[in-house]
């Protein structure tokens, strides 16, 4: 079993206050957990209206098979327009 970890910090420029900072985040949250299969929860910024922390998580019985899922949620953070990804960490157990 591997299991792949993403921290993601990302930037809304857009955003003016939490409320709108939360339905962008809720957004990226459900069309992640749609698109790939994987865990994801704000873990970090709550209280500030322009940055966000999100961990997300897969769980699959080949490494390769995690990496590839991994890659394609980085991908798909890239190309988000209402968020910038400022920064990205994955680690693999």
């Not at 709108?20 to 929860?41: D, G, I, M, Y």
């Not at 704000?42 to 961990?55: F, T």
Request: charged share 25%; hydrophobic share 40%.
């Amino acid at each position: 079993m591997v299991v792949g970890v993403v921290s993601a910090r990302l930037f809304i420029r857009s955003s003016r206050s939490l409320k709108e900072k939360r339905q962008v985040v809720n957004s990226l949250k459900e069309r992640l957990r749609a698109k790939f299969n994987v865990s994801v929860s704000e873990v970090k910024y709550q209280n500030e209206h322009q940055i966000a922390g999100l961990g997300v998580a897969t769980v699959g019985s080949d490494r390769s098979v995690v990496e590839k899922t991994i890659q394609m949620v980085k991908m798909f953070l890239e190309g988000q327009p209402q968020a910038t990804l400022s920064g990205l960490e994955c680690e693999y157990y």
